[in-house]
């Protein structure tokens, strides 16, 4: 049988498989995530199986609606309030679990909080589907590079997952925002797809945790999102033999491809992951990139471009 198929002809199917334990690559608006059913500890095993994730790294819980959310979540004010703004959409709240929340224990990796968010498309529906939320971090082996379309997850995990639903480009093309609403000043634990100056506004100041202390997001390793030839961020020197350039508006060289030819940073966040996959792809030698400006979507792209240049060293 196929195993990627159109996500609106998919569905029935992917419930099926989903029930039974099984894994399925479902797009959201952010990146394809790899799904299970977050209540069958089975299952969930076969997403860190399938990824070679550490199992101290937890996972986030995908819901269609805050009332389902908070089967699993305690939510504030502040929860609320972001929630009703931002939801469905690229923002993952942090709060503290519920008492019998009958989630596998593997999904929350120990911790006392779990991580929610309310994506758009197939991905809630299969969540009403199934009444259950479904544990899916992006469809990517562990510390590759997060896939944006479904032809990314074919190419990286192939059958370790039993069906993949293709709904085309995700729109966003980085990973949701993840804030933390664990302690009583909110902390941005990742950016994201979601511009933070939106949530600022909402939850008052957002605290950045410094890069690498082991605070609460333990998946936030430095190395991380790493092409297999080495990156170099920031590129402004002659180009080396074998180097090919990623560029941003009017920055660009050949031989490469242009993140965004207008300068807009959400369409460079949008064709980021899969233009890096691109490049790392093509034979080059090694991926020059353009400076990015910090704004709006600027910082995220930032953020994932220095993981990807300190991982690609290793
Ligand atoms: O856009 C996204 O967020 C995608 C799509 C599929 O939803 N998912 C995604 O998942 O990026 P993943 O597993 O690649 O990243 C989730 C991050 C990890 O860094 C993990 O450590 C953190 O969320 N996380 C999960 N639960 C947490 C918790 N209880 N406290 C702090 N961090 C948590
Ligand atoms: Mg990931």
Not at 8 to 14: F, L, Q, V, Y
Not at 70 to 99: C, K, N
Not at 172 to 187: F, Q, W
Request: with cysteine; net charge neutral; hydrophobic share 45%.
């Amino acid at each position: 049988m196929e195993h990627l198929v159109n996500a609106a002809d998919g569905m029935k199917r992917a419930a099926a498989i989903l029930r039974s334990g099984g894994l399925v690559a479902v797009p959201t608006e952010t990146v394809y995530g790899l799904a299970a059913d977050a209540t069958n500890a089975d299952a969930v095993a076969g997403i860190y199986a399938a990824k070679g994730r550490p199992s101290f790294n937890p996972l986030i819980i995908h819901v269609d609606s805050v009332a389902m959310a908070q089967r699993y979540g305690r939510f504030d004010g502040r929860a609320h309030r972001l929630a009703e703004h931002f939801w469905p959409g690229p923002l993952t709240l942090v709060v503290p679990l519920t008492e019998n929340h009958g989630l596998a224990p593997a999904v929350t990796a120990g911790l006392n909080s779990v991580a929610i968010r309310q994506p758009s498309g197939p991905m809630a529906a299969l969540a009403t589907a199934m009444d259950h939320p479904l544990a899916a971090p992006s469809a990517n082996s562990s510390g590759r590079v997060s896939p944006t379309m479904a032809q990314h997850v074919a190419a990286d995990l192939g059958t370790k997952v039993d069906l993949i639903l293709d709904n085309g480009p995700c729109p966003v093309g980085l990973e949701s925002t993840i804030i933390s609403l664990v302690a009583d000043t909110a902390i941005l634990l990742r950016e994201g797809g979601l511009d933070r100056s939106f949530a600022a506004g909402i939850v008052g100041p957002l605290i950045n945790p410094k890069p690498d202390a082991h605070v609460a997001a333990p998946g936030m390793l430095s190395a991380h999102y790493a092409p297999r030839i080495p990156l170099l961020k920031d590129f402004a020197k002659p180009m080396p033999e074998g180097m090919v350039f990623l560029g941003f508006g009017e920055t660009m060289r050949e031989p490469g491809l242009n993140l965004s030819p207008s300068g807009d940073v959400k369409e460079a966040a949008h064709n980021l992951f899969a233009m890096l996959q691109e490049l790392d792809r093509s034979g080059a030698r090694s991926i020059g990139v353009a400076a990015i400006p910090h704004h709006g979507l600027g910082a995220a792209i930032n953020d994932r471009l220095q993981r990807a240049a300190h991982g690609s060293k290793e």
